[in-house]
C-alpha cells in the first residue's frame, strides 16, 4: 500500500458542528502532516507529527486540533469553524520528519462550512 | 517511475553567489510546479510557484523558471545566504494547484547548503 487515504472526500458542516477528518497510512511512515489548501494556492503547512507526536503547530487557530491516535491514523478534529476555514485539507506522511524523499499526499477532504 | 526528478541531491555554494536548483518532470498533463522548503525535523513549507501559463516567477531573491518544452524547472536563488541551507522540494500538479484531483507529486529533494 503506497497511499494516504482521506475520508470523507467531501464535507459540509455548520459552524455549531463538530467532524473530524480522517487520515490513515499504512507505509510505515513515522511523519504526518495536515496542510490547508486555499482555491488556487498552493497547500500550506499546519501540523507536523513525528513518530505520533505533534512537533510543529503553525500557529493554527484552537477551532482544529489534530490528533494521532496510532502510527498510521491522523486525525483532524474540527470544532466552531468559520466559513473562511472552507477549503481542501491535505494529508501527507513521510519515512520520518527529516526524511529527504518519500512524501506522499492524500487526495483531501473539501471542506465547506455554511 | 518518478515523474518528477530532481537529479542533485545535494549543493553547496558560497555565501553571496547564485544557488540554481533543477528539476525535471515526465508527464505533460502537470500544469503547476511548485517549490517547498525544509529544514530539519520540520514539514516542507511553500516557497514559490508557478502556473504552465508562464515561464519565469519572481519573488525576491527567488526565481523560478519553467521550460515546457523541455520539461524542465529550475530555482534560482540570490545572492545566496546560509539561512536559505535546507532541503528544497519540488512538487508538481496536474489541476492548477486546484487540488481536487490528483495529488501533488514531489521530487526527492536537493540540499542546499550555504557557506559562509
Known amino acids: 500500500d503506497t497511499e494516504v487515504t482521506q475520508t470523507p472526500k467531501h464535507l459540509v458542516m455548520g459552524m455549531t458542528n463538530k467532524k473530524s477528518l480522517k487520515c490513515e497510512q499504512h507505509?510505515?511512515?513515522?511523519?504526518m502532516y495536515w496542510y490547508k489548501q486555499k482555491a488556487k494556492k498552493p497547500p500550506e503547512l499546519m501540523f507536523v507529527?513525528?513518530?505520533?507526536?505533534?512537533?510543529i503547530n503553525e500557529s493554527v487557530p484552537s477551532r482544529f486540533s489534530p490528533e494521532c491516535p496510532n502510527s498510521s491514523l491522523l486525525n483532524l478534529h474540527l470544532h466552531a469553524l468559520q466559513p473562511e476555514d472552507s477549503a481542501l485539507y491535505l494529508c501527507?506522511?513521510?519515512?520520518?520528519?527529516?526524511?529527504?524523499?518519500?512524501?506522499?499526499f492524500g487526495s483531501g477532504t473539501r471542506l465547506t462550512v455554511v | 517511475d518518478q515523474q518528477v526528478k530532481q537529479n542533485s541531491p545535494s549543493l553547496s555554494v558560497q555565501e553571496g553567489r547564485i544557488s540554481i536548483l533543477n528539476c525535471d518532470y515526465t508527464?505533460?498533463?502537470?500544469?503547476?510546479f511548485l517549490w517547498y522548503k525544509k529544514y530539519p525535523a520540520e514539514g516542507p513549507t511553500f516557497l514559490i510557484s508557478?502556473?504552465?501559463?508562464?515561464d519565469k516567477n519572481e519573488d525576491g531573491r527567488f526565481t523560478v523558471f519553467l521550460n515546457k518544452s523541455a520539461k524542465h524547472l529550475s530555482l534560482h536563488i540570490v545572492p545566496s545566504q546560509p539561512g536559505d541551507s535546507a532541503v528544497y522540494f519540488c512538487?508538481?500538479?496536474?489541476?492548477?494547484?486546484?487540488?481536487?484531483?490528483?495529488?501533488?507529486?514531489f521530487g526527492k529533494g536537493t540540499k542546499l547548503s550555504v557557506k559562509p
Open positions: 512538487a508538481a500538479s496536474g489541476d492548477r494547484g486546484g487540488g481536487s484531483q490528483g495529488n501533488l507529486i
Open positions: 508557478i502556473s504552465s501559463i508562464k
Open positions: 508527464n505533460s498533463m502537470f500544469d503547476y
Open positions: 507529527y513525528s513518530y505520533e507526536k505533534l512537533s
Open positions: 507505509m510505515g511512515h513515522r511523519a
Open positions: 501527507a506522511s513521510s519515512q520520518d520528519p527529516d526524511s529527504n524523499y518519500g512524501y506522499t
